[in-house]
């Protein structure tokens, strides 16, 4: 009975540290889900409002290029992007986007990550000052090609547009700090800042 008795205490003490470990899904992640969540319900609200008050949903995709800094080196790279902006007449959006860390690389280190997430916004003038949160996943290829590896990627950053033209707009500055929490050496952060050009498509 005592074998049996000191089996079971450890597996209890297992047990409990399994529950008392840290939890996989970081707070920063289940920010950037609740504001995902947001977005698509403003957007979906904006669909199913009475007439007289309807928000007009206006779609853009753009492209953008941009300078990075990961913190495995830390390294400063180069890199480039695509998005797509689903925006309502009011305050709230979605925004998809995919970078392409590949330039500049020193021993074959390079990353790209897909995102997407909610996004506020509103107009000064010609100006949209913006706010965003994002989750997605990044690939990372490690030096010299010995390996790659798939994380969740959580995003927040904020930027400013500049209408230039009817369907035509500048992103004059774009930043986005990036959280990798469940990186193979521990928890790596990368910061990024953008330009580029989208087109409103309707």
């Known amino acids: ?7 079971a205490m450890r597996y209890f003490d297992h047990f ?43 779609l853009s995709v753009g492209v ?15 890199g480039a992007g695509a998005f797509v902006d689903a925006d309502t007449s009011g305050h709230y959006g979605i925004e998809a986007e995919g970078r392409w860390v590949e330039f500049h690389q020193r021993a074959d280190v390079h990353a790209e990550t897909y995102s997407i997430g909610g ?17 997605g996943f990044g690939d990372f290829n490690f030096p010299y090609n010995y390996a790659t590896g798939r994380y ?16 035509i707009t500048v992103r004059i500055a774009d930043f986005e700090y990036q959280d ?19 087109v409103r498509i309707f």
């Open 16 to 58: 409990k540290a399994r529950q008392t470990g840290k939890p996989r899904l970081p707070v920063g992640a289940a920010f950037a889900l609740a504001v995902l969540i947001l977005g698509f319900a403003c957007v979906l609200r904006a669909q199913v409002a009475s007439p007289g008050r309807q928000e007009v949903l206006r």
């Open 152 to 167: 969740m990627v959580v995003t927040a950053g904020g930027g400013v547009d500049y209408r230039w033209k009817h369907r």
């Open 119 to 135: 996004r506020y916004h509103f107009v000064v003038g010609r100006f949209q000052p913006y706010a965003k949160g994002l989750v």
């Open 64 to 78: 953008i290029g941009s300078g990075d800094t990961f913190q495995y080196g830390p390294r400063k790279m180069l």
């Open 180 to 198: 990798w929490p469940q990186f193979t050496y521990g928890n790596m952060t990368s910061l990024n800042g953008s330009v580029g050009l989208k």
């Open 1 to 7: 009975m005592e074998i049996d008795s000191r089996k």
